[in-house]
């Protein structure tokens, strides 16, 4: 009881931050590899993009890290506004690649090349302030979990849509 008690003193925010973000990406790796990819393979190219492009439409919720009160004030506003306004444009996007591929627009795949790659890039300019800033360390309330559970989620997505993208032509239309 008394060794369980230290090992449980000895994890600070920091390290659960970090164990909680790494186990969120494995475990949406497997379901990816064992769910997901199989079921998506059997459709074509738009409708297998568009429930990966789902997962990126919540990324609205960013824009929490703007309400008084929800965010350790600590933390630069500068980062803040980034991350929630990288965020929110996101799902902008995605959500307009969703219409484009229901409708078969011409521009469907370059606007989802578009949403996908800014997405992408923002989800690493995030990581790298939240790596520069030691994000973990500041009180997050429920910020916490759109670190640990929904960007692992929205990183497999995005590699699973820059897979399709790329083996575009190889996939059936």
Same mark, same amino acid.
């Given at each position: 009881?008394?060794?369980?008690?230290?090992? =449980?003193?000895?994890?600070?925010?920091?390290?659960?931050?970090?164990?909680? $973000?790494?186990? @969120?990406?494995?475990?949406?790796? /497997?379901v990816?590899?064992?769910?997901? #990819?199989? @079921?998506?393979?059997?459709?074509? =190219?738009? @409708?297998?993009l /568009?429930? $990966?492009?789902?997962?990126?439409?919540? =990324?609205y919720?960013?824009?929490?890290?703007?309400?008084?009160?929800?965010?350790?004030?600590?933390?630069?506003?500068?980062?803040?506004?980034?991350?929630?306004?990288?965020d929110?444009?996101?799902?902008a996007?995605?959500?307009?690649?969703?219409?484009a591929? =229901? *409708?078969?627009?011409?521009?469907?795949?370059?606007?989802?090349?578009?949403?996908?790659?800014?997405?992408?890039?923002?989800?690493?300019?995030?990581?790298?302030?939240?790596?520069?800033?030691n994000?973990? *360390?500041?009180d997050?309330?429920?910020? #916490?979990? /759109?670190?640990t559970?929904?960007?692992?989620l929205?990183?497999? @997505?995005?590699?699973? /849509?820059?897979?399709?993208?790329?083996? *575009?032509?190889?996939?059936?239309?």
């Amino acid at each position: 009881m008394e060794a369980a008690t230290g090992m =449980r003193l000895a994890m600070d925010n920091v390290t659960i931050f970090w164990m909680q $973000l790494l186990l @969120s990406c494995i475990v949406f790796t /497997i379901v990816a590899v064992w769910y997901a #990819w199989p @079921s998506l393979t059997k459709l074509s =190219r738009n @409708s297998a993009l /568009i429930p $990966l492009l789902f997962l990126h439409v919540p =990324r609205y919720v960013g824009m929490t890290l703007l309400v008084t009160g929800m965010i350790d004030p600590k933390l630069p506003r500068e980062f803040l506004n980034g991350a929630a306004y990288g965020d929110l444009l996101e799902a902008a996007l995605a959500l307009a690649s969703i219409f484009a591929l =229901r *409708s078969n627009w011409r521009v469907a795949v370059p606007l989802v090349w578009v949403a996908n790659t800014w997405g992408f890039l923002d989800l690493l300019n995030g990581v790298r302030g939240v790596l520069r800033l030691n994000v973990p *360390s500041f009180d997050l309330g429920t910020i #916490w979990y /759109i670190y640990t559970f929904y960007a692992p989620l929205v990183l497999v @997505s995005h590699l699973m /849509i820059f897979w399709i993208l790329i083996k *575009s032509r190889s996939w059936k239309q």
